[in-house]
């Protein structure tokens, strides 16, 4: 076996890994040289193919490798170029290194695939996502030919690995020291044969009981990996594995007894000598990072923050980026935390902040202070693994989906390697089974009468857990939700620090609406009467076998004939709410969804009145279905234990036809004046929708009434809360009700980023763009992304504000860059945001086309970002319900008050992006001619963060590129 370099595991481990597991995996190379596997290892044929394209229809096999294997020895090989009878494409050419010359006299694919078949004989073919190689192979493999079965250690890798980021080739090989895949077939082969084993190690170093558990699912199936489960087995024979009793071992000893509420004892506080000692280049900083240096802005804003735990307040803080503000919070909350005795809390906008403190940041000061500081990550239901569903889906049968198999024994072997459940942690794609499958869900978790609940389960666990910790991450949304269900959800916490607080007011919104759409009302139906296998079906089917088991098919059949009745008014509600007359509806929004404000004009009107009959005969029809499914309930608890699943499944669907009533009421009837109401329809022909919504207008109400009051201390901070230069924090203090807040001081401070901008960025505004709605506009915008990518070189990222534009340019400049040798990627219709993160990070010279998820958050240091455009300034789009909401109610002062402001805060986010280190540099394109032309243009100019702010044409700004550095005072 080659294990030729050195082994780069920390890199490509998923952060938190428990060091058993990481201690486990660092040795699997080892345990591959010295085990044997038995008969699976027998001889298998490990291959690889390289492809004119991806595509086995209308692409062809270019290059085939294999090597024949016995137990760890490589005892034959086979290689062979294939003529594809077509020229190879260039960008196939760069990708192997495969010309032209190499394949001439080559076989064709049919004959090179003839030779493969001989030298595999019956052998087992190992492959890496194999089912792309079956697919070249066998579209030319005569019937009987190539007879073993083929293996995927893709899957396989997902399966034993579930700790791992990254299951791609080139990553494996890195991870364990193996030698590098080139995309050449015999590199990548001779690499694969060496994961191969490691891959069999794996499986036997699992969990002893486990891999018999995971041989055994869904038996019927052929499923191709069983037998490599199965042989492990033999090696804990008698053994069997149990999920409760995995959990158990694993939190063995992580109970602590809870804290005590802030508000319940006196705290006292470190003086500030203790935060500079901290911040010093001897203290805890200072031993943290070897090239450290005191920054005045992060030690002033750990002030701030000390002082704030310290007298009570509360404190909006702006600080730059660079100004190191995590640390800046986090150290005074820590010491605060820990000399107390009591948790305090940290709530950030995104998972990956959450991540990044919980398990880089915390841990790093956790080792300098030497004070077993405790803290844990908090998230909200839908991001942990359910362990009764995994049991359940573990014991069904999965019919020929092989797939489905492949997952649930991934998830079992992440329950095995995991303290902490955390689905976002697992790298699979949840295409086959659909993660709201198996995650925990509020509305149907068992909680007492679950066998996991509390301390066995992923997510009631690390809420307990979270009563005992001295710091609490959590992000946005459950602070708000913890907030809207009266702190049920998080242990009570009197000091918060709420970091990434530009996004509060969208977050809290966000968690205050309410909804019903017809999609998600159709699903919920027919999971309850679905005749097949819908919960009444199920219900039913069990009754037969039970005795007493007969008084329930009155009540399911009662249900099920209210269901059809529900279904038929429903079908006439949502037809009237896709007709409702919404002027120029057809033309917004982006593709076929379409958003319109229910204004109080639309409410007076013939069409809405119509539609509140069917309406409020909906909202009753669902409170009796609700009443019949709360008979149901109470009947099947007689059953004890009898119907556990399907208990929880009514449980679901209760709570969720509650909040849809409750959202049809409250919309319906309109006079609850806290609330915008807007309808949604997508006119998708394969997918049509219609739904309603209500948001809360003034989420600074619901703050100040029952967020603030809660809190002894918070801190507000994000590097962009600031959007004007007199009261530069009124629209903050304003959206997040701290302009109300009475019984105690708000505070505001600013502390700017610690990097030269002046010196290291350029503004560029081009003159000879036109204003967005100019008829020219199109081709002037096309005429600057040329020249800035050309002239440019790449590298660079442009943030668009509506979709349609974006895939129109995109169509426009992919094809022209091409011929310039730059190449350009877009977020188009499902690609992933990870994925293009991943590929514009790893491609220093790719450039971008984005949307909003691309505005804030995007983290690109160095050279792979040295240019941004913004396509448009970011105000909200015409339809928006809450911008028409406030117009009709504050009439045109509402765009100074709101719009502007918060677009202000969406460009200084965006134009953020650019600058990520102190030595970064680069270009940032304003492309909207409203910046030269209006008056409001320099609210956003003055928050730039440079004063180099140039108006130069479309051709003098690519000359500039070409010719000079950014940052010229
Ligand atoms: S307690 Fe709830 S979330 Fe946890 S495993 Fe049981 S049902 Fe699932």
Not at 317 to 332: D, N, R
Not at 805 to 820: D, G, H, Q, V
Request: charged residues 25%; proline residues 5%; contains cysteine.
């Amino acid at each position: 076996m080659v294990v030729s370099r050195e082994i780069r595991l920390n890199e490509f481990l998923i952060a938190g890994t428990d060091d058993d597991v990481s201690n486990m995996y660092r040795e699997l190379p080892e345990r591959a040289r010295e085990l044997q596997f038995g008969l699976v290892e027998d001889e298998v044929v490990v291959l690889d193919t390289e492809t004119t394209g991806l595509n086995p229809s209308s692409c062809s096999l270019l290059e085939i490798a294999a090597i024949r294997m016995r137990g760890g020895e490589t005892v034959d090989s086979f290689q062979t170029f294939v003529d594809p009878g077509r020229a190879i494409p260039a960008e196939i050419t760069e990708l192997t290194g495969i010309t032209q010359a190499d394949i001439a006299g080559a076989p064709t694919p049919r004959e090179a695939v003839e030779a493969l078949a001989k030298f595999a004989g019956d052998c087992n073919l190992i492959a890496h996502n194999a089912s792309f190689d079956q697919g070249f192979i066998m579209r030319q493999a005569n019937p009987g030919e190539l007879p073993g079965q083929w293996i995927d250690t893709l899957s396989l890798s997902q399966i034993v690995l579930p700790r791992l980021k990254s299951h791609r080739l080139l990553d494996l090989a890195a991870a364990f020291g193996l030698s590098t895949p080139t995309h050449r077939a015999m590199d990548d082969t001779v690499a694969l044969g060496a994961l191969w084993r490691i891959l069999l190690a794996g499986i036997q170093a699992m969990t002893p009981g486990l891999a018999a558990r995971i041989a055994e699912l869904s038996p019927q199936t052929d499923w191709p990996l069983r037998p490599y489960f199965a042989q492990a087995a033999l090696e804990h024979p008698g053994v069997d594995f149990s999920l409760r009793r995995n959990r158990t071992e694993r939190t063995q000893g992580t109970s602590l007894p809870p804290r005590p509420d802030a508000d319940d004892i006196p705290l006292s506080f470190c003086d500030e000598s203790r935060i500079d000692e901290a911040f010093s280049p001897t203290g805890a900083l200072g031993s943290m990072y070897p090239d450290y240096e005191e920054r005045q802005e992060q030690l002033g804003m750990a002030h701030e923050v000390a002082a704030c735990l310290r007298e009570g307040d509360i404190r909006v803080i702006e600080a730059g980026t660079g100004v190191g503000k995590s640390m800046a919070y986090l150290v005074p909350v820590a010491f605060a935390a820990h000399e107390n005795k009591v948790t305090m809390g940290v709530a950030t906008k995104t998972n990956a902040l959450m991540d990044q403190l919980v398990y880089h940041e915390l841990p790093r000061l956790n080792s300098v202070l030497g004070q077993d500081l405790s803290y844990i990550a908090l998230k909200g239901y839908d991001h942990y693994l359910c362990l009764r569903k995994l049991e359940h889906m573990a014991r069904a049968d999965q019919g020929d989906n092989c797939d489905v198999i492949n997952m649930i024994a991934t998830l079992l072997n992440f329950t095995a390697q995991t303290s902490h459940g955390d689905l976002d942690a697992l790298n699979i794609s949840w295409v086959r089974l659909p993660r709201g499958d198996i995650q925990a869900n509020a509305n149907d978790c068992l909680k007492k009468r679950c066998p996991y609940f509390p301390r066995r389960c992923f997510l009631h666990g690390a809420r307990r857990a979270a009563t005992s910790a001295d710091i609490v991450i959590t992000n946005h949304a459950l602070l708000f939700r913890d907030m809207q269900t009266d702190n049920g959800i998080l242990p009570p916490i009197r000091h918060w620090v709420i970091d990434e607080a530009h996004g509060v007011e969208g977050e809290a919104r966000r968690q205050l609406s309410s909804s019903i759409t017809s999609r998600e009302l159709d699903t919920m139906l027919g999971h309850l009467s679905n005749p097949k296998n819908g919960v009444t079906a199920r219900v039913r089917k069990r009754a037969d076998k039970l005795e007493g088991g007969d008084m329930l098919y009155g009540v399911t059949a009662d249900i099920e004939n209210r269901i059809g009745q529900i279904q038929l008014v429903a079908v006439e509600f949502f037809a009237a709410l896709a007709e409702l007359p919404s002027p120029n509806a057809r033309d917004r929004g982006s593709y076929n969804i379409v958003t319109v404000w229910i204004s109080g004009e639309m409410r007076q009107g013939h069409a809405w009145r119509e539609l509140c009959v069917p309406g409020t005969k909906l909202a009753d029809l669902l409170w009796g279905l609700n009443g019949r499914l709360a008979d149901l309930i109470s009947m099947l608890e007689q059953f004890e234990g009898e119907f556990v699943n399907q208990l929880a499944e009514l449980l679901g669907v209760t709570g969720s036809v509650k909040d849809a009533v409750d959202a049809l009421r409250l919309i319906l009837d309109g006079t609850d004046e806290r609330y915008v109401t807007s309808l949604q329809i997508d006119r998708n022909p394969r997918y049509p929708m219609q739904g309603l919504e209500a948001m809360r207008l003034d989420i600074g109400e619901s703050l100040a009434t029952d967020l603030y009051p809660q809190t002894r201390s918070l801190v507000f901070t994000s590097a962009t809360l600031a959007t004007a230069e007199r009261e530069p924090f009124a629209h903050f203090l304003r959206a997040t009700g701290l302009d109300r807040v009475t019984d105690k001081p708000v505070y505001t401070s600013i502390f700017a980023s610690g990097y030269d901008y002046d010196h290291n960025m350029s503004v560029l505004l081009p003159s000879d763009m036109t204003e967005p709605n100019a008829p020219d506009y199109h081709e002037a915008f096309a005429q600057l992304l040329y020249e800035v990518h050309v002239a440019m070189g790449g590298s660079v990222l442009t943030l668009f504000t509506n979709r349609r534009e974006m895939e129109s340019f995109y169509r426009e400049l992919k094809p022209r860059l091409a011929n310039e040798g730059i190449d350009l990627i877009a977020q188009t219709r499902g690609t992933s945001t990870k994925s293009l993160r991943d590929r514009f990070l790893s491609d220093r010279s790719l450039s971008m086309f984005a949307l909003k998820s691309f505005w804030e958050g995007f983290d690109a240091p160095g050279d792979t970002l040295r240019c941004v455009i913004i396509a448009r300034l970011p105000f909200s789009r015409p339809d928006d319900p809450i911008a028409r909401e406030r117009e009709a109610r504050d009439g045109r002062a509402a765009w100074g008050r709101y719009s502007l402001p918060e677009a202000v805060m969406n460009l200084k986010q965006a134009a953020g992006r650019l600058i990520r280190n102190s030595t970064d540099s680069g270009w940032l394109v304003l492309a909207d001619a409203r910046l030269q032309t209006k008056n409001y243009a320099k609210s956003f100019l003055r928050a730039m963060p440079t004063q180099d702010i140039r108006t130069l044409t479309i051709s003098e700004i690519a000359r500039l590129m070409e010719t000079q550095e950014p940052g010229s005072i």
